[in-house]
């Protein structure tokens, strides 16, 4: 079974790359012991964005399905675990409550994407299709402000926002700082592996030569569709793991985490990193998030121009997106020095579809 | 002698070392560190420029007058962009890493609402510096602006009196506008006028052909314009090309918005507002006041209300510190228990209110001629932010940390 | 009675206006080169400040507007050569890159203009049917959307340079093999594009408030129409404009603005599960 942690749908192999993974998770793991407890807590939080983003990496770069929807499944599971949250008191049920409010967030993709999937909708249309239904979800919950929308005692509150729901708590313990960073490292490495695992394995090839083309998957005896809906369901159902994940951290979650800018940010970091590969949007997506919140806290209003030149000097220098494009770098050097060992990243361009 | 000579040489270099490390220690002694959080990027970029700006202008004149019991203060402004998420960052930031004293800032409800469960699990004391829909209840938070009582208990039945019995409403769909709207509906109620019309509006929404006419057939005296944001705002000058022309009154235009700044005469023309603060105010200490700001930022517009308030928060602030002589939340909430929290503002006096922690604010009625030029109507003197604590808010006995509107009064206990 | 019957023409021609202006440029440059422009909201909102400034500086309404037009078309062939050029091959990368240039503008256009500037006003005129007045501006606008789409269609379909741009959009490598310039072709259609963009800005400038991000309310209406609009840009975009427009003001007129715009998106989606390749994969269909 761990056989299927390498293979040709990932980059990454040997003993090279799993010294680097464990180094970085040993990095990882022994960070809250040096630094200071605000910036455990800052990297819980960018972690938290991560399942997103690994989530839509699964169903655009492997499976060619360009979900403008991330933030219609991130705001379901928000939403839905202050609803439990709230209806169910604090304590231990917060857990429930974030493994049920995930569970909604993939039952309601798996119903849009029977309606999208069996409807023959693809390309350009099913991003539109889940861009249309994102801002539905966002609209309707912006005018949801009168006391009349509640679910329980859970008010919805519109624009401004539902909060008064209990963080992630066992016991009496609440899960936050430091507890709360091992926790999001943990659910991390076990997303990423698993992710692995899945792409590599008989359903991940039949995903990819589904991107690569429908007809022929099918011809070869696949119902594509299938596939196609366990890839929807999936990558959505880890958008609703960080917004179950994002409402807990804040106790609170507005309608603007939904609509638009918010709906296009998902994309842009994947984009950044390089869609094609899980480890690259892990890596990307961390040091994106880490680097715009940088950028703003130190060059107050040129920020968004720092922010736009960066993406368009990426996009334009580093097609593959930053982190393959790093890869590639390291690679080539590499290669003059001791030839061999950076085939295995130089495969980026051979994974690379030719245009979804 | 001379042994005594030498003793008293001795005691007098002491005690001058003594003074020298006194005053060395006063001069060490760090800053006060304030935390401010204001949109300087995106949709409201354009109210949030005047509101940094009131900050500085009040470090800086506080800072040459010798700062806060004798201590500087050090001004840590951080730009979220309009984003709620990045308000929740950034507070913490300010928070946890930063240390600050007190916490400043916020535009949008949304934004403070964003803030509230974050700064309620410190000791930091919050000031929000906007009008707004009134009703929050919360010991961490001192409300700087306006709220319905101010603006609408005056505004309503002066309009009524003055057009006619029946309105049309317009308002953003969110808290701000639904919320806006339920107090005009109580109001009118109670004066037995009738709302002939209430639309809400999505924000972000900039087309209006179809709310021109919908106004057109219900055929109302006056029109409540709570509508919000940049692109709403097109409303007025679509407004006046279908040559709508009729009376209009508002809790946020002009003052804030300054639309009769931003739009050609007369889109603006017969506006309506009741104001704590507007620039055309021209009482010697609010003439003085705007030299001084024009004089450090002479490209600024207009002096809006939220930038104004944002400077009196600091005033606020200093005189509540330098009361309490403490720094600490729970000392300077003593001070507001006895009803002595006032500054000297250019409006006039305000003071804030010890049971629902808002600022009471002398309180004028505007209006806005056909050339956009604006003359003070009424002037109704000093009026207490009295609903919240009419309702049962009373901070000094309970910290409900809730925010309240007509239809969602606190439990009877 | 006559009023009524008006005033619903009056708002299905406002609405459309709104829909077909907005769209019509980004329909040249995504249906012609598949590339997703998101800075398109940024060429609309040139459009608005070029024509503002232009009227500050004493040049007439009109003049000013078709100016501006042109400098977003200028503009648009210089963002191509620079920019755009390189993401034929590979039109999702184009998103990135342009979003990229609209977080630039916008920020940039707040640093250098400032947050907000004074509006110009609507050219002065109304006039009365029945109960209700209304702004002749706005007939204006309905005007000039049905003149787009005239002038789209006589270009593309009435020229040598239309006839080898469709030749292009059909099959690039093949029209090149035959002499095209392809490299051109592009250009002057994405310089069509942001000029239409320019021109939709330079036509509502006098009717809205001008910050750096106010293209942002043009974008999903535009994107909506394009894309429901299907493939064939030129037969399917008036036809979705028409469709969203008779919804969208149908819904407004019942149920207020709200239910307007979620129930266009909601159109939106039934629209696109019914027919998966758009509106004018079914014109084409009963042409043939």
């Not at chain 1, 159902?237 to 998902?266: H, K, V």
Request: net charge neutral; proline share 4%; glycine share 12%.
């Amino acid at each position: 079974m761990f056989k299927l942690l390498e293979g040709p749908q990932t980059l990454g192999r040997g003993r090279m790359f799993w010294s680097c993974f464990l180094v970085g998770l040993g990095a990882a793991l022994t960070y809250p012991l040096f630094a200071d407890s605000y910036d455990v807590g800052n990297f819980a939080y960018f972690l938290i964005w991560i399942f997103m983003a690994l989530g839509l990496c699964l169903m655009w770069g492997y499976g060619g399905m360009l979900s403008f929807g991330q933030t219609l499944f991130f705001g379901i599971a928000g939403y839905g675990y202050g609803v439990l949250a709230i209806n169910m008191g604090g304590g231990s049920a917060t857990i429930a409550a974030l493994v049920l409010s995930v569970v909604l967030a993939m039952i309601a993709a798996g119903i849009l994407g029977y309606f999208m999937i069996w409807g023959g909708i693809n390309g350009i249309f099913f991003g539109i299709v889940t861009l249309s239904a994102t801002l539905v979800l966002a609209f309707f919950l912006g005018q949801t402000a009168g006391p009349e929308w509640h679910i329980g005692p859970a008010r919805l509150n519109g624009f401004n926002g539902m909060k008064g729901m209990d963080p992630l708590t066992v016991g009496d313990f609440y899960i936050e700082g430091s507890a709360l960073y091992y926790v999001m490292v943990a659910l991390i490495v076990i997303v990423y592996l698993a992710l692995r695992m899945l792409v590599n394995s008989g359903i991940g090839n039949v995903i990819v030569a589904t991107r690569e083309n429908p007809q022929r998957a099918e011809m070869l005896g696949y119902d594509v569709r299938k596939y196609q809906l366990l890839t929807f369901v999936i990558g959505s159902g880890l958008a609703g793991l960080s917004g179950a994940l994002y409402t807990s951290w804040g106790q609170f979650i507005t309608p603007s985490s939904i609509g638009l800018p918010a709906a296009a940010m998902p994309i842009v970091w994947v984009a950044f990193s390089g869609r094609s590969d899980l480890t690259a949007t892990l890596v990307g997506s961390f040091l994106l998030l880490f680097g715009f919140q940088t950028i703003t806290v130190y060059s107050q209003q040129a920020a968004l121009v720092l922010m736009g030149a960066l993406l368009l000097a990426t996009v334009m220098l580093a097609p593959q997106g930053f982190v393959l494009g790093i890869g590639k770098l390291v690679a080539d050097w590499s290669r003059g020095r001791r030839r061999g060992d950076g085939d295995v990243i130089a495969e980026a361009g051979r994974l690379q579809s030719e245009e979804s | 002698m001379n042994s005594g000579r030498k003793l008293r040489m001795v005691l007098l270099g002491a005690l001058l070392g003594t003074v020298a490390s006194m005053s060395v220690g006063r001069a060490a002694e760090p800053p006060l560190k304030v935390g401010l959080l204001e949109d300087v990027s995106g949709d409201l970029a354009f109210m949030g420029m005047p509101k940094l700006h009131g900050s500085q202008l009040a470090v800086e004149e506080i800072n040459k007058s010798g700062g806060i019991l004798g201590r500087q203060i050090e001004l840590i402004h951080l730009d979220p962009q309009g984003d709620n998420a990045r308000y929740q960052e950034f507070g913490r930031r300010l928070l946890n890493r930063d240390k600050v004293d007190v916490l400043i800032g916020g535009i949008t409800s949304a934004s403070r609402e964003a803030l509230r469960p974050i700064v309620d699990r410190t000791t930091t004391p919050y000031f929000y510096t906007n009008q707004y829909e009134g009703g929050v209840c919360d010991a961490s938070m001192i409300s700087m602006g306006a709220v319905p009582e101010q603006q609408f208990s005056t505004l309503i039945p002066w309009m009524v009196e003055k057009f006619g019995k029946k309105v049309y409403v317009i308002a953003a769909d969110y808290n701000f506008g639904q919320i806006s709207a339920e107090w005009n509906r109580k109001i009118m109620k109670d004066l037995g006028g009738e709302v002939v019309g209430e639309e809400f509006i999505p924000l972000g929404v900039s087309q209006f052909a179809q709310t021109i006419q919908n106004i057109q057939k219900a055929k109302p005296d006056w029109l409540l314009t709570i509508n919000v944001g940049a692109a709403q705002d097109s409303f007025f000058e679509q407004a006046a090309a279908a040559n709508l022309n009729l009376p209009m009154g508002s809790s946020i235009k002009v003052m804030l918005g300054f639309e009769h700044k931003r739009f050609k005469p007369p889109a603006l023309n017969n506006m309506h507002a009741t104001a704590n603060w507007f620039e055309e105010i021209d009482t010697p200490e609010a003439t003085e006041f705007k030299k001084r700001w024009h004089a450090k930022f002479p490209d600024e517009l207009y002096i809006n209300d939220m930038g104004y308030n944002a400077y009196n928060a600091l005033y606020m602030y200093k005189a509540l510190v330098e009361k309490a002589k403490s720094i600490k939340l729970e000392d300077m909430r003593k001070v507001i228990a006895t009803g002595d929290a006032c500054i000297d503002a250019p409006e006039g006096k305000v003071c804030i209110d010890p049971k629902s922690q808002h600022t009471s604010h002398r309180m004028r009625l505007i209006s806005v001629g056909p050339k956009h030029e604006v003359k003070v109507e009424k002037d109704y003197g000093t009026i207490q932010p009295y609903w919240l604590g009419e309702i049962g808010c009373d901070l000094t006995k309970k910290n409900d940390k809730d925010q309240y509107t007509p239809n969602h009064l606190p439990k009877k206990s | 009675m006559s009023a009524e019957v008006f005033s619903v023409f009056y708002q299905f021609a406002d609405v459309f206006a709104f829909l077909i202006l907005s769209a019509a440029g980004l329909a040249i440059v995504f249906g012609m080169m598949g590339v997703i422009n998101m800075a398109h909201g940024e060429f609309i909102m040139c459009g608005a400040y070029v024509t503002v400034g232009l009227v500050n500086l004493g040049v007439p309404l009109a003049i000013a507007q078709i100016l501006a037009a042109v400098t977003a078309g200028l503009i648009g062939v210089l963002v191509e050569f620079l920019v755009v050029r390189r993401f034929y091959k590979r039109p999702l990368d184009s998103l990135l890159a342009t979003w990229g240039l609209s977080l630039i503008v916008t920020q940039s256009m707040l640093l250098i203009v400032g947050s907000a500037v004074r509006g110009i006003g609507t050219p002065e005129g109304s006039f009365a049917i029945g109960g209700y007045t209304f702004s002749t501006y706005r007939l204006v606008l309905f005007g000039c959307a049905v003149a787009v789409l005239a002038g789209l269609y006589i270009i593309f379909m009435k020229t040598r340079f239309g006839v080898i741009a469709r030749a292009t959009m059909q099959n690039a490598a093949m029209a090149k093999a035959l002499g095209a310039r392809t490299g051109r072709i592009y250009a002057i259609s994405f310089g069509i594009g942001t000029g239409l963009a320019g021109l939709c800005g330079a036509l509502y400038a006098p009717t809205m408030t001008l910050i750096p991000t106010m293209g942002a309310t043009f974008v999903v209406e535009s994107f909506v129409t394009v894309v429901i609009g299907g493939a064939n840009v030129l037969l399917g975009t008036a036809p979705a404009a028409v469709f969203l427009a008779m919804i969208r003001m149908a819904l407004n007129a019942s149920y207020g603005q709200i239910i307007g715009q979620i129930g266009m998106l909601v159109a939106v989606i039934l629209i696109i599960r019914v027919l998966p390749e758009g509106l004018s994969s079914v014109l084409v269909r009963r042409g043939r």
